[in-house]
């Protein structure tokens, strides 16, 4: 399962942003799906996760900014990100549970680069 993420941009504070996770040749709509998160000279962080039963996690970082959901037609977990700023700069991963849920993540995106500035 090799799963691809896009949306990465430059943003500014303040701003929207979509990123969507993909599987090259899958839908994803059997897998539990979660996003990280790594910006420079720190630790990887959990986003935000999604259920094949749409139960939610998000870090408290993110919380009323940032909503993860899929789009079972497509095949597609997306992550919107409102009012961004620049400490969430970072890569953004998807990772895969093949398990339905957000605990054993067996696959993993390249990550896609997102800058807040102004």
């Known amino acids: 399962l090799q799963l691809v993420e896009s949306g990465g941009g430059i943003v500014q504070p303040g701003e929207s942003r979509r990123l969507s996770c993909e599987a090259s040749?899958?839908?994803?709509?059997?897998?539990?799906i979660a996003w990280f998160r790594q910006a420079p000279g720190k630790e990887r962080e959990a986003v935000s996760c999604i259920t094949t039963s749409a139960g939610l996690y998000y870090a408290d970082s993110v919380k009323g900014r940032f909503t993860t959901s899929r789009d079972n037609a497509r095949g597609t977990v997306w992550l919107q990100m409102n009012l961004l700023k620049p400490e969430d700069t970072a890569v953004y991963s998807c990772?895969?549970?093949?398990?339905?849920?957000?605990?054993?993540?067996?696959?993993w995106g390249q990550g896609t680069q997102v800058t807040i500035s102004s």
């Open positions: 040749g899958f839908s994803l709509n059997d897998y539990g």
């Open positions: 990772a895969a549970d093949r398990n339905g849920r957000c605990k054993d993540f067996g696959a």
